[in-house]
């Protein structure tokens, strides 16, 4: 069977190094006779895989030391909880920017325990910009500041970040984690699903700063306290072991591209060549402002709703597949992650000529 270029909003294409290799060691994992999957997390051979996962991601991102990395489960929409849950300490007040729906997701999570301030929101244009932001509308007294650091559905991302002064960032980042290089310092915490840019579904990168761990109300439920998972190195309970050890895979795969900043150059690259097209093509167009253009998520219409339908379909009998947009938006999306080579995306950009040549 031939692989597909899978345009898969998440879960998504995964490097075919990792695929493989986690193929060549799926029945004995380093000469164990066993699978990760089968292997006790307590066991020292899977406690130095985790180690190194943390070591290898760490050094792929340049985490400073001051930081804890926790593997979790419950997806990036257990971490709306567990944010305010955790960080909701003083004024129990939480600044937004809503940048779409996963934001959304997240402020009506914060607002169940405590008060929430949408600084700025792009909702007037159905989310096709970062909006900008005021300063002197922030509270100043708030627990956290949270922000979308990309938006997956609509295809929008930001390229600097709010100056919020002694008050947290938090970002999500589910979708464009280890897309580009960033400042984490910048940041009291960066939460991210995997199943777009690191690995399998299941486990949930958070990484924190150590300040903010320790904080949550007396009765927190043991499981939602960043504090557990930290004085447990995530290892309270059962982790999702597989997950991690692809999710390592991945991160080694990064630092043999020759890391983020590599990376990143060619997200950029594999952007351009669709952002290139869509800006001189006649049938399809781009809704997003272009300065705030997503690198890993690309929608995209025509003014048809059955000529949509008509190329995800032609596309999908090329092998260029799950391009259809998000429900709520419609139109196609293509998510380039940094799994899919630049192949697929000249492939899929070929193809979207031809369909135009034969559909004016
Ligand atoms: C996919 C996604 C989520 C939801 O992630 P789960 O792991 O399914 O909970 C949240 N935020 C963003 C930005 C996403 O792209």
Redo the contacts with the bound molecule.
């Keep these: 069977m031939e692989r597909v270029y899978n345009f898969s909003?998440?879960p998504a294409m995964l490097p075919e190094p990792v695929l493989k290799q986690a193929q060549a060691e799926m029945l004995s994992y380093g000469g164990s006779g066993m699978s990760v999957m089968e292997m006790s997390h307590r066991s020292s051979q899977f406690m130095e895989l985790f180690e190194k996962t943390k070591a290898n991601l760490k050094e792929v991102m340049g985490i400073p030391d001051n930081y804890k990395i926790l593997f979790l489960q419950?997806?990036?929409?257990?971490?709306?909880a567990m944010v305010p849950l955790n960080l909701f300490r003083k004024s129990k007040k939480a600044d937004f920017i809503n940048t779409g729906a996963?934001s959304k997701?997240?402020i009506k999570e914060a607002k169940k325990i405590g008060t929430v301030n949408i600084i700025a929101s792009s909702e007037d244009k159905n989310f096709t910009y970062i909006p900008a932001w005021d300063a002197s509308k922030f509270s100043g007294d708030a627990d956290y500041f949270h922000i979308?650091?990309?938006?997956?559905?609509y295809g929008t991302r930001y390229t600097t970040f709010p100056e919020t002064g002694n008050v947290p960032l938090v970002a999500?980042?589910?979708?464009n984690i280890l897309s580009e290089a960033v400042d984490v310092s910048k940041f009291g915490i960066i939460y991210?699903?995997?199943?777009?840019n690191i690995g399998p579904?299941g486990v949930?990168v958070v990484i924190i700063r150590e300040d903010l761990v320790g904080h949550g109300p007396e009765n927190i439920f043991t499981m939602l306290d960043y504090k557990t998972h930290v004085e447990k190195d995530s290892s309270f309970n059962t982790p999702p072991c597989y997950s991690i050890y692809i999710a390592g895979l991945v991160f080694e795969w990064i630092k043999s591209q020759g890391g983020l900043k590599v990376v990143e150059k060619r997200n950029l690259e594999k952007a351009k060549l669709l952002y290139d097209f869509l800006d001189e093509s006649t049938l399809f167009r781009n809704p997003v402002v272009p300065g705030d253009r997503s690198i890993m998520n690309v929608t995209f219409v025509t003014d048809s709703e059955d000529l949509d339908a008509k190329c995800i379909k032609e596309a999908k009998e090329l092998g260029l597949v799950t391009l259809k947009g998000h429900r709520s938006v419609g139109g196609l999306r293509a998510s380039i992650y940094n799994a899919m080579p630049v192949e697929g995306v000249k492939k899929l950009v070929e193809f979207l000529k031809k369909f135009e040549a034969h559909n004016k």
Excluded: E, L, P, V
């Excluded at 991210?192 to 777009?196: F, L, N, V």
């Design positions: 909003a998440g419950g997806g990036a929409s257990m971490q709306f996963w997701a997240a979308t650091s990309n938006n997956t559905i999500d980042m589910s979708s991210a699903g995997a199943q777009k579904a949930t």
